[in-house]
């Protein structure tokens, strides 16, 4: 097991309870969270390989499937999550294909698959607009790995929107998957982190929250953006800093939360220490030229 040491959180304040303005986050529970005995898990990962991780291509809201090696990685996630002993009662995706199939691995392997899932947009990746289909090390070359930098992993600047051009315009915005939602106004053309996380927090706030703190072991199975957002928010890492996480495929982490859902400790992996700071290495050296 790994602890994620790098962005440790500041001191709690009432200001930084996730879901504060929700029932049961006040200055009575953090005053009294050191001695306090009642605590919350809730474990996430990133999805397997997709085909265009393998390939090395902006993604975002393209449906790619999971690789060989991507099943065999949820699957390798499964067998980490019950080696831990982790039971779930709920569980929560995003419309994509390769995380709600990573979570159909993972609940297999754990004997879990009658458990709820609940499936939402919200928590899909980042919209990579114009950019999406493209080479990540192909696009640096001819932008510039700055640019590309920026681009992917930026706070506050998205990607040039994705045009009626771009070969994946149609199978993105008229999947029959969005018909119930976002709404056409929330419909992404491309989206910044910033953007990324003002549409999961709600989901976060409004419907994960209240889910642990009634008492249930939840798994979030989603995309690097996504989480990043989550993480961001329970961390409070900075704007800067959050640009230098990196999340590898398919190994799980986790937190334990008080009653504020502030979190107890850093986040930790479930995995081999040097087999984590290697995927995470791998996933930082995407968007370089070569």
Same mark, same amino acid.
């Given at each position: 097991?790994?602890?994620?040491?790098?962005?440790?959180?500041?001191?709690?304040?009432?200001?930084?309870?996730?879901?504060?303005?929700?029932?049961?986050?006040?200055?009575?529970?953090?005053?009294?969270?050191?001695?306090?005995?009642?605590?919350?898990?809730?474990?996430?990962?990133?999805?397997?390989?997709?085909?265009?991780?393998?390939?090395?291509?902006?993604?975002?809201?393209?449906?790619?499937?999971?690789?060989?090696?991507?099943?065999?990685?949820?699957?390798?996630?499964?067998?980490?999550?019950?080696?831990?002993?982790?039971?779930?009662?709920?569980?929560?995706?995003?419309?994509?294909?390769?995380?709600?199939?990573?979570?159909?691995?993972?609940?297999?392997?754990?004997?879990?698959?009658?458990?709820?899932?609940?499936?939402?947009?919200?928590?899909?990746?980042?919209?990579?607009?114009?950019?999406?289909?493209?080479?990540?090390?192909?696009?640096?070359? =001819? @932008?510039? !790995?700055?640019?590309? %930098?920026?681009? *992917?992993?930026?706070?506050?600047? +998205? /990607?040039?929107?994705?045009? #009626?051009?771009? =070969? @994946?315009? !149609?199978?993105?915005? %008229?999947?029959? *998957?969005?018909?119930?939602?976002? +709404? /056409?106004?929330?419909?992404? #053309?491309?989206?910044?982190?910033?953007?990324?996380?003002?549409?999961?927090?709600?989901?976060?706030?409004?419907?994960?929250?209240?889910?642990?703190?009634?008492?249930?072991?939840?798994?979030?199975?989603?995309?690097?953006?996504?989480?990043?957002?989550?993480?961001?928010?329970?961390?409070?890492?900075?704007?800067?800093?959050?640009?230098?996480?990196?999340?590898?495929?398919?190994?799980?982490?986790?937190?334990?939360?008080?009653?504020?859902?502030?979190?107890?400790?850093?986040?930790?992996?479930?995995?081999?220490?040097?087999?984590?700071?290697?995927?995470?290495?791998?996933?930082?050296?995407?968007?370089?030229?070569?």
């Amino acid at each position: 097991m790994i602890v994620l040491q790098r962005f440790g959180r500041a001191n709690p304040s009432l200001s930084q309870c996730s879901g504060g303005h929700q029932q049961g986050c006040n200055l009575s529970a953090l005053q009294q969270r050191s001695s306090s005995s009642k605590k919350f898990l809730v474990v996430m990962l990133r999805h397997g390989e997709s085909e265009w991780n393998q390939k090395n291509l902006f993604c975002g809201w393209y449906d790619a499937p999971l690789t060989e090696k991507g099943a065999k990685e949820a699957t390798l996630a499964g067998k980490a999550i019950k080696d831990a002993k982790i039971n779930f009662d709920i569980a929560h995706t995003s419309l994509l294909s390769r995380a709600q199939d990573t979570l159909k691995h993972i609940l297999k392997e754990i004997g879990q698959e009658c458990i709820p899932v609940h499936k939402t947009w919200r928590l899909n990746e980042r919209h990579y607009g114009n950019l999406t289909g493209l080479n990540k090390a192909e696009t640096a070359k =001819k @932008y510039g !790995e700055k640019q590309v %930098k920026i681009w *992917r992993r930026s706070y506050d600047t +998205p /990607p040039p929107p994705i045009k #009626k051009d771009n =070969k @994946y315009y !149609e199978c993105i915005t %008229k999947d029959p *998957r969005y018909c119930e939602g976002p +709404p /056409p106004e929330e419909f992404p #053309k491309s989206e910044s982190l910033k953007m990324t996380i003002k549409r999961t927090l709600p989901y976060w706030d409004n419907v994960i929250v209240p889910q642990i703190r009634d008492g249930k072991k939840l798994i979030i199975t989603a995309h690097g953006n996504s989480l990043r957002g989550i993480i961001k928010h329970l961390d409070k890492i900075s704007d800067e800093a959050i640009m230098q996480l990196n999340l590898p495929t398919a190994v799980p982490f986790f937190y334990e939360l008080d009653e504020c859902m502030v979190p107890l400790a850093p986040m930790k992996f479930l995995g081999d220490p040097e087999t984590v700071k290697k995927a995470m290495e791998s996933v930082a050296n995407q968007g370089k030229a070569k």
